[in-house]
């Protein structure tokens, strides 16, 4: 995935790339450039380094305040279990949602992460059944937005920084049409 927000002086140390099937979607990111370890808890998941993914499988470019089918993705390579050396994946509420999608069980969401010298590599499953409208044949664009948040190195975004409500307003989303090869 493109990171558009480097135009403006935005920093570029993660390599994310995602794919999708009509059973879900799955992504994988490498992270480098790091001298510390992630800092993560799952206790605190926002101010956690990590993956966010916000999605709206109806593509509603002009809201600006997310409904039941926006959904918004966290993963952290580490921060759960007892020893926080577990990767957590989570649903996670959008603020203001006018409506949430529907809630997913423990262990829906697939996620493996492994450290490495200078950062982590982490891989993730959306089933299409945690995603509400998900339906790439008859919805094939959907709304999309990723950041990839670390203390050390930075926000890498897709477009906007974090300066702009992107958390919270689907408008602020980008477009990913959902092409079959």
Same mark, same amino acid.
């Given at each position: 995935? /493109?990171?558009?927000?480097? =135009?403006?002086?935005?920093?570029? #140390?993660?390599?994310?790339?995602?794919?999708?099937?009509?059973?879900?979607?799955?992504?994988?990111?490498?992270?480098?450039?790091?001298? $510390?370890? /992630?800092?993560?808890? %799952?206790?605190?998941?926002?101010?956690? %380094?990590? =993956?966010?993914?916000?999605?709206?499988?109806?593509?509603?470019?002009?809201?600006?305040?997310?409904?039941?089918?926006?959904?918004? !993705? &966290?993963?952290? /390579?580490?921060?759960?279990?007892?020893?926080?050396?577990?990767?957590?994946?989570?649903?996670?509420?959008?603020?203001?949602?006018?409506?949430?999608?529907?809630?997913?069980?423990?262990?829906? &969401?697939?996620?493996?992460? $492994?450290?490495?010298?200078?950062? #982590?590599?982490?891989?993730?499953?959306?089933?299409?059944?945690?995603?509400?409208?998900?339906?790439?044949?008859?919805?094939?664009?959907?709304?999309?937005?990723?950041?990839?948040?670390?203390?050390? &190195?930075?926000?890498?975004?897709?477009? =906007?920084?974090?300066? !702009?409500?992107?958390?919270?307003?689907?408008?602020?989303?980008?477009?990913?049409? &959902?092409?079959?090869?």
């Amino acid at each position: 995935m /493109p990171s558009f927000a480097a =135009l403006s002086g935005g920093p570029i #140390y993660a390599d994310l790339r995602l794919a999708w099937s009509t059973e879900g979607m799955g992504f994988s990111v490498k992270v480098s450039g790091k001298r $510390a370890m /992630p800092w993560c808890r %799952d206790t605190r998941l926002d101010e956690s %380094d990590g =993956l966010h993914l916000w999605i709206d499988t109806r593509n509603s470019p002009n809201i600006h305040r997310a409904t039941q089918h926006c959904h918004r !993705f &966290l993963w952290l /390579p580490a921060g759960g279990g007892p020893q926080r050396d577990r990767p957590v994946a989570q649903l996670v509420p959008i603020n203001r949602a006018r409506g949430n999608p529907k809630s997913i069980g423990n262990g829906a &969401l697939k996620i493996h992460a $492994a450290p490495k010298h200078d950062g #982590y590599e982490m891989s993730g499953l959306i089933p299409s059944a945690a995603m509400t409208g998900f339906d790439p044949v008859d919805q094939p664009r959907i709304g999309f937005y990723y950041a990839v948040a670390d203390r050390e &190195l930075g926000y890498q975004s897709l477009t =906007l920084s974090e300066q !702009f409500p992107v958390a919270e307003d689907p408008s602020l989303w980008g477009e990913a049409a &959902l092409i079959s090869a």
